[in-house]
């Protein structure tokens, strides 16, 4: 199958430091991006998108950096804390494909 | 507003079986998308229907099939299951015409035996 690549598998913070969680993208093409966060037994969750005619995108204690010079797409977790311990999937859009391609996915763990 | 709904949420059959999975979007969504996710893997797409039709497929053989009814429901279907077809398999829902934010179900845990 199609997918993004993610370098990191596991990136291990402390409760309260910041979490930068990093995605390469291959499709100069693609529009549109797209982070989810998957908890243990359940679905991805929706957490912060960003079209390409942007390069910064805020919502709450997260933030997605887009760099399209080298294809790189950043999620930043402030003040992370127990509960963002999950596994962190990016995905890229194609406008014309109507499908989302994922990433292979980062896990966060987050100890005290 | 009720989020996506998948059933069964486990389910264990033997090679050879076929099994079909079923999938209720968000009320008002019209495009729903399946994914399978494999342990280490990331989530690989299988298919997407809008509208009953099948705009998008994913590169899985023709053992996986799925359907859209006009209710916006949608089923996928296994048939003569592999050991390699264990995974989760998810479907997700969208508002809108292009396949962007989607919002995903808890999806059916497969085991085959």
């Known amino acids: 199958g199609e997918s993004v690549g993610l370098h990191l598998p596991t990136l291990s913070v402390q409760e309260g430091d910041n979490s930068i969680i990093n995605c390469a993208y291959s499709n100069s093409a693609s529009d549109y991006f797209i982070w989810y966060k998957q908890e243990s037994g359940k679905g991805p969750q929706f957490i912060i998108d960003i079209r390409s005619n942007m390069d910064k995108r805020q919502g709450q204690r997260v933030t997605v950096l887009l760099n399209k010079t080298v294809k790189h797409l950043s999620l930043q977790i402030a003040a992370t804390q127990p509960g963002d311990s999950a596994v962190y999937f990016c995905a890229e859009n194609t406008a014309g494909t109507d499908k989302l391609i994922f990433g292979t996915g980062t896990r966060l763990q987050v100890f005290p | 507003k009720a989020g996506v709904t998948q059933t069964p949420r486990y389910l264990i059959k033997t090679r050879g079986q076929q099994v079909t999975l079923s999938c209720s979007p968000i009320s008002g969504h019209r495009s729903v998308s399946w994914y399978q996710q494999t342990p280490g893997q990331g989530l690989q797409f299988l298919f997407e229907y809008f509208s009953e039709t099948q705009r998008n497929k994913g590169n899985f053989p023709g053992r996986f099939s799925g359907r859209q009814f006009s209710n916006s429901r949608s089923e996928m279907n296994v048939s003569t299951l592999e050991l390699g077809d264990s995974a989760l398999y998810l479907c997700?829902?969208?508002?809108?015409?292009?396949?962007?934010?989607?919002?995903f179900g808890s999806g059916t845990q497969l085991s085959v035996l």
């Open positions: 997700a829902s969208s508002s809108m015409a292009t396949n962007e934010k989607l919002f």
